[in-house]
C-alpha cells in the first residue's frame, strides 16, 4: 500500500515546521509601519534625545529643556486643532482636503474681534457668533464639494483666497487690539498643574480649555457616534455606502461645517495668543493649513480617505511642535523658520510615501 507525501504546495497538506512565521524584528518592523502611534513616538524620542545632545554640546542657542518645550505647547494648540479639522474631511474621502481653513480662521477671528473689541459684544456671544461663522464658511465649501461635485482641493483654494481678501478688507487690513481683546491672552498663558504642578513646568492653559476638550469631543464624534460610522465608511467606498443607505452628500457636507466650527474655535484661540485679532493670522508666514494637513498625514490619515485616528494626529502635532522648536534654536535671528519650510515638506514627502507604501504592503496602518 502506497502513502502519498503531503504536498508542498497545498498549505492545508503542508507540514508546520514554523518556516514561514516571521521573525522578532519582522514583526516589529511592521507593528512600527502598522501603528502609526508607535512610530510617532519613537521618532518623539529621537527628536527629543538628537536636540537635548544638540543643547549640551552648546550648538544651539538656547536652551533645549522642559520649560522651553512646554512653552512651545502654545504653537501646537492651534496645529492639533486644525489637524484634527483636516481630519474630518480627508477621512470623507474622495479627495477631500481643506486649504481655506488658515483663511477661515483670519476672517472669523477679524469678526470676532470685531463685535467683541469694537462693538462690547459679551465674550460669550462674541465666542459663539465665531462659531457660527466658521461652520457657515465650512458649510460653503461642504455645499461646492458635496452637492455640486466640485474637486475639494479647486474648491477649497478658491475660497481660500475669497476668504483672505475679506479678512483682509474687513477692517481695512488693521488689526484690532483693543483692551476686551488685549484681555483676552490671559486665555493663552502658562499655568501651573494643581498637584504636581511644582514638579514639572508650568503648560499653557490652552492645552486644558482649548485642546483637551476638542481632542475628546472629536475623538467621541469618530468613535462612538452613527456619524463617525459614516464618516469612515463614506471614506472607503462611498458607492458601497449610497447603496447600504448613509447620505453620502450630507455626511460628507457635516465634515467640512465642523472643519469651520474648529477653525472658528481656533480664531479666538489665536486672537488671544497675539492679543490682537489680525487678519492674516492664519495665513501669515507658513500659515496654518499645509502645517495642518502636514499634521494629519503623519499622524496616519491616509490622504486617500477612510482611514485616521484621534491618537495618531494628537502625536504628530507633538512632534512638529518640538521638532520647529529645536530647528529654531540652530539658526541665529530668524534664518530657523525657513528651515522650518524645509523640514516640513521633507516630512510631507516622508509620511506621503510612508502612507503608500503601508497601505500597499499591509492593507494601511491601525
Not at 529621537?46 to 522642559?66: E, H, K, N
Not at 483672505?164 to 488689526?175: E, G, M, T, Y
Not at 467621541?220 to 449610497?242: K, P
Request: with cysteine; net charge neutral; proline share 5%.
Amino acid at each position: 500500500m502506497t502513502t502519498t507525501a503531503p504536498s508542498p504546495s497545498n498549505p492545508a497538506e503542508a507540514p508546520d515546521n514554523g518556516g514561514d512565521a516571521p521573525g522578532p524584528l519582522l514583526r516589529a518592523w511592521r507593528a512600527i509601519l502598522t501603528r502609526r502611534e508607535l512610530l510617532l513616538v519613537i521618532l518623539l524620542v529621537v527628536v527629543l534625545v538628537w536636540m537635548t545632545a544638540l543643547s549640551y554640546g552648546g550648538y544651539l542657542t538656547g536652551p533645549y529643556d522642559p520649560d522651553y518645550l512646554a512653552t512651545s505647547l502654545v504653537d501646537a494648540v492651534p496645529l492639533a486643532m486644525l489637524a484634527l479639522a483636516e481630519l474630518l474631511v480627508i477621512v470623507s474621502g474622495r479627495g477631500g482636503i481643506d486649504l481655506s481653513i488658515g483663511s477661515i480662521v483670519s476672517l472669523t477671528g477679524m469678526v470676532f474681534g470685531i463685535v467683541h473689541g469694537l462693538w462690547g459684544w459679551p465674550v460669550a456671544a462674541a465666542i459663539l457668533l465665531a462659531v457660527l461663522v466658521g461652520g457657515l464658511l465650512g458649510a460653503v465649501n461642504g455645499v461646492l464639494i458635496a452637492w455640486l461635485g466640485f474637486p475639494a482641493l479647486i474648491t477649497t483654494l478658491a475660497t481660500y483666497y475669497a476668504y483672505r481678501s475679506l479678512a483682509l478688507v474687513i477692517n481695512a487690513q488693521k488689526p484690532i487690539s483693543t483692551p476686551n481683546i488685549q484681555s483676552l491672552y490671559s486665555l493663552t498663558g502658562a499655568v501651573e498643574i494643581p498637584v504636581i504642578g511644582h514638579d514639572i513646568p508650568n503648560v499653557p492653559l490652552g492645552v486644558f480649555t482649548f485642546l483637551v476638550p476638542t481632542v475628546v469631543v472629536v475623538w467621541l464624534l469618530l468613535q462612538r457616534t452613527t456619524y463617525g460610522r459614516r464618516l469612515f465608511a463614506i471614506g472607503t467606498n462611498d458607492v458601497a455606502a449610497t447603496w447600504s443607505g448613509v447620505p453620502v452628500a450630507r455626511t460628507r457636507l457635516l465634515a467640512y461645517v465642523l472643519a469651520g466650527v474648529l477653525a472658528g474655535v481656533v480664531a479666538v484661540y489665536v486672537t488671544g495668543q497675539f492679543a490682537s485679532a489680525r487678519p492674516d493670522a492664519g495665513t501669515s508666514g507658513n500659515g496654518l493649513a499645509l502645517p495642518a494637513i502636514t499634521i494629519a498625514v503623519l499622524g496616519g490619515v491616509a490622504i486617500t480617505g477612510g482611514i485616521g485616528r484621534v491618537s495618531g494626529v494628537l502625536l504628530a502635532a507633538v512632534l512638529i511642535t518640538w521638532l520647529d522648536a529645536g530647528i529654531l534654536l540652530m539658526f541665529e535671528g530668524n534664518d530657523g523658520t525657513q528651515f522650518q519650510l524645509l523640514a516640513l515638506g521633507a516630512v510631507l514627502v516622508f509620511c506621503a510615501l510612508l502612507n503608500s507604501f503601508t497601505t500597499r504592503r499591509y492593507g494601511g496602518t491601525r
